[in-house]
């Protein structure tokens, strides 16, 4: 009889610790459960909320423009001097700038921004995250510079350009940027080297004409005429077209050679007739031959396509 309670004690014990490490094993289940649950609150409020940067990131790699410059903007609203939100909204600035490029005063104006935020988040970064920092500002400067028909940042679109280099930053477009920059300036030598760096990378029409265009203004004609008979003879772009054949027709005249000259005006007309630079070039080439009436009358038509033309406004004045 003693012996079948103690039996029954015993079972009595391993059920009783059996139900308490039950019970531990429930509450340490519990515990790491709740655990889990604010982890992953804890988790997703830093990285996947509604104003968080990954969320950003995100956005950006899925090409929603539109919603990184709105995310960014809530993020800065928070932290003004937030490195990746300085960076993200200066580079959808830019994107809406060129996306609206109809709408000159709303792209200005996001151009404004880019331009604001990335020379601040340039205070942010280092490396070459700071190059390309630099990079996007240089492009902000240029497409400013391009909607505003004046040549008024392409100083900071080449020192911005030159910073993002010295960076280690690379862009194949770099080298042409700077040659379209040092030519608005004026430092023809400059462009010429910076447009030949370019060719090694790509060759395209604009690129050959750019470079004829540098060295008919150093006087270097003959050099010049090589790469306008290879644009005209290999381009598919009128436009470039025209505009190399106004040079060569150009060069014609101060070559003495007039037939080739009216050949090339006559040809950039054939094409289109409102050109005002051939019916320029077409009164100087008559005013030459010593043909003051039709000169003036091409003069006149050129007037008649651009009112401001300084060429031929000129010429009228002196020429009766």
Not at 43 to 67: C, Q, T
Not at 79 to 87: E, K, Y
Not at 152 to 175: F, T
Request: glycine share 6%.
């Amino acid at each position: 009889m003693r012996k079948a309670r103690t039996q029954d004690g015993r079972i009595a014990q391993r059920k009783s610790k059996l139900l308490i490490g039950l019970v531990v094993v429930v509450s340490s289940i519990a515990v790491l459960s709740l655990a889990t649950v604010f982890a992953f609150r804890f988790i997703w409020d830093k990285f996947y909320s509604e104003d968080s940067p990954a969320l950003m990131y995100d956005y950006w790699s899925n090409g929603e423009i539109e919603k990184v410059y709105e995310l960014s903007g809530k993020i800065l609203q928070k932290n003004i001097f937030h490195g990746p939100a300085l960076t993200l909204r200066g580079y959808s600035a830019f994107k809406l700038a060129l996306s609206g490029i109809n709408d000159n005063n709303e792209s200005q104006s996001y151009l404004d921004e880019a331009v604001n935020k990335l020379r601040i988040a340039i205070q942010t970064s280092d490396g070459k995250a700071q190059g390309q920092t630099y990079y996007a500002l240089a492009l902000a400067y240029f497409y400013r510079d391009k909607l505003s028909s004046y040549y008024y940042y392409s100083d900071l679109v080449i020192k911005y350009l030159l910073e993002a280099r010295q960076r280690d930053y690379r862009s194949d477009d770099i080298s042409e940027l700077l040659g379209i920059c040092y030519s608005e300036l004026g430092e023809t030598a400059k462009s010429i080297e910076a447009f030949s760096e370019a060719l090694l990378v790509h060759e395209t029409d604009g690129l050959l004409y750019n470079i004829a265009k540098e060295y008919y203004a150093m006087s270097e004609r003959s050099v010049a005429k090589q790469y306008l008979a290879r644009v005209i003879l290999t381009s598919n772009d009128d436009e470039v077209k025209i505009k190399s054949r106004n040079i060569l027709g150009k060069i014609y005249l101060d070559d003495g050679d007039y037939d080739a000259a009216k050949k090339e005006f006559e040809a950039i007309l054939e094409k289109n007739e409102n050109f005002a630079d051939a019916h320029y070039g077409l009164g100087i080439l008559y005013e030459k031959q010593g043909d003051n009436a039709k000169a003036r009358a091409e003069w006149r038509k050129c007037l008649k396509l651009q009112v401001k033309h300084a060429g031929a406004l000129q010429k009228l004045s002196e020429i009766k």
